[in-house]
């Protein structure tokens, strides 16, 4: 190859282009440049993620891709998931280089933000 390959934008398939667009914009804090019936833009830190109305001929399924994205407080996420009634799937748990939970958005997408650099102990949870 003669260019490195880089990472561009993720994508998942969404039943519900504007409830999709409200759980990334008001649960995740994420900017939503541009929105359609069939594409939405979401920016969330320097990722960008497109959200697309269910690709023809494919199903959805359980298995696949998990976003992880960095977060400055993994304790205020989780509050703010469960005041929103978003299951956490995945409590806290520490992984090398910080702590994690996971959660899905409205059509089982998977989510697992981190916050880098502590541990459970050091958060007192």
Known sequence: MSQP???DTMMCQVSDM????????DVLGATVP????????????????????PLDGF??????WILGYQVTSILE??????LLGVPILQGLHDVPGGVVILFADRD?????PIQRG????????
């Open 5 to 7: 390959i880089q990472l």
């Open 18 to 25: 504007t409830a999709a667009a409200e759980f990334y914009r």
């Open 34 to 53: 541009f929105t359609s019936s069939h594409w939405t833009s979401v920016q969330l830190g320097s990722a960008s993620i497109g959200l697309h109305s």
């Open 59 to 64: 199903t959805k399924n359980s298995g696949g």
């Open 77 to 82: 996420l989780r509050d703010r998931l469960v």
């Open 108 to 112: 089982g997408n998977l989510l697992q």
């Open 118 to 125: 502590t541990t459970i102990a050091a958060l007192g949870s």
